[in-house]
Each structure stands twice: as structure tokens, then as C-alpha cells.
């Protein structure tokens, strides 16, 4: 069974510029979360989504950033415009429900360079 | 807010050494804790899952404790090995709240 899988897995773009990151999550997974972590802090999270819901998007840093999950499906976040602050890794996961017993499943990441 | 604390933020042993990794929190209202492994440049494995009411899980080499009253967990590694090099951290779950991380331990196992 493939994994949560994400694309790019690194992406390196000029101020200003537009950039849409890809996650699939684990066939299956309802749940579907995007998490962020900048350079020297802790991972955090962005957005939730239940099927094609956002659940929850409190961790949404402004209005710069915009994920959609069209059929419940794959998912994808755009940075427009990116800014250098947006540099960071950003995370993608899965889980089944979203239960107490229920584990999370990560993406590699893609590696988000703004210069 | 719940706050998740790793400490040490580093540590190196030498090969075969068993070691702790410690994990607190603010909040002890939690579902769950997660001990996930990040390789540099890598995605985030997830080694171990224990429910609120659990008190501890184990894999292979590996062991987790967690006492939700005192918002603390711990997770120890016997015979350490240089593979085991990573960064590990842990990350707690509410209700309907999503992970909540700590910033992690990173873990160098000297051969």
C-alpha cells in the first residue's frame, strides 16, 4: 500500500512567485492535514480536512495560503504570492478517523525555498 | 494552548548505550501521544502511538511510557545503534485538536 506521497519534493521560487504543493494521502483516509515547520522552530499545523471539508484551517498563517481538496482526494496548498517567511518544510498526513487510536501517517515533505 | 517540550535538544552516545528521550506537555487532556523519527531530509516515520489510556508501548528496541497526569513521556532506546542517528519528536493529540510537536531531540549514535 503506498504511503502519503507529495509533490515537489523541493521547490525553489522568487518572491512574489505562485507555488501549488500536492499531497495524496493513503487511499482510504477521510483525514487529510497540512502541517509546516520553518527553520528552527517546531512543526505546526496549518489545515485539516474531513473528505473535502476543511475542518478546521486555524493554523493558517494569512490569506496567502490556499488548500483545496476537490473530491476528497488528493489535496493542494498554493503560496500566492510567496514570500521569504513561507520557506519551511511542508508536511502532509493521513490517518483513517480521527479517534483517539487513530495514527498519523506522513509525507516526505517538500522542501519550500523563497529567495 | 497545549506546549510541547523535548528535551535534550541534542544528544550523542556511543554505540550500544541505552538512552532516554524526554517528552512534557502542558495540557493532559490529550487522546494521544506520538513518537515519530525524521531522517535529515526526510518525511516523518512514526514509531510508536499510545492512547490516553495507555501507559506505555513498545517496538522491538524501543519504548514508550506516558503519564498523562504529569504531562510527561519518555522514550527509551536499548542498544543503541548508529542507524538509530535521527531526529525525534513527540507530538500530543486533544480531541478535536490536530499534533501538536515539540521541536525535537536530534540523536547521534557514535560507532
Known amino acids: 500500500e503506498a504511503g502519503v506521497t507529495q509533490f515537489p519534493s523541493h521547490s525553489v521560487i522568487e518572491k512574489g512567485q505562485t507555488v501549488t504543493l500536492r499531497c495524496d494521502p493513503i487511499?482510504?483516509?477521510?483525514?487529510l492535514y497540512w502541517y509546516r515547520r520553518v527553520m528552527g522552530k517546531e512543526i505546526k499545523f496549518l489545515l485539516h480536512f474531513v473528505k473535502e471539508s476543511k475542518q478546521d484551517e486555524s493554523g493558517m498563517p494569512n490569506n496567502r495560503f490556499l488548500a483545496e481538496r476537490t473530491g476528497g482526494t488528493y489535496s493542494t496548498l498554493k503560496v500566492q504570492p510567496a514570500e521569504l517567511e513561507d520557506s519551511g518544510v511542508y508536511f502532509c498526513a493521513s490517518s483513517q478517523v480521527a479517534g483517539s487510536d487513530t495514527e498519523a501517517f506522513f509525507g516526505q515533505g517538500t522542501r519550500l525555498t523563497v529567495v | 494552548k497545549q506546549e510541547v517540550t523535548q528535551i535534550p535538544a541534542a544528544l550523542s552516545v556511543p554505540e550500544g548505550e541505552n538512552l532516554v528521550l524526554n517528552c512534557s506537555f502542558t495540557?493532559?487532556?490529550?487522546?494521544?501521544l506520538q513518537w515519530f523519527r525524521q531522517d535529515p531530509g526526510k518525511g516523518l516515520t512514526s514509531l510508536l502511538l499510545i492512547q490516553s489510556s495507555q501507559r506505555e508501548q513498545t517496538s522491538g528496541r524501543l519504548n514508550a511510557s506516558l503519564d498523562k497526569s504529569s504531562g510527561r513521556s519518555t522514550l527509551y532506546i536499548a542498544a543503541s545503534q548508529p542507524g538509530d542517528s535521527a531526529t525525534y519528536l513527540c507530538a500530543v493529540k486533544g480531541g478535536n485538536t490536530p499534533l501538536v510537536f515539540g521541536k525535537g531531540t536530534r540523536l547521534s549514535v557514535i560507532a
Open positions: 495540557d493532559s487532556a490529550i487522546y494521544n
Open positions: 487511499s482510504g483516509h477521510d483525514n
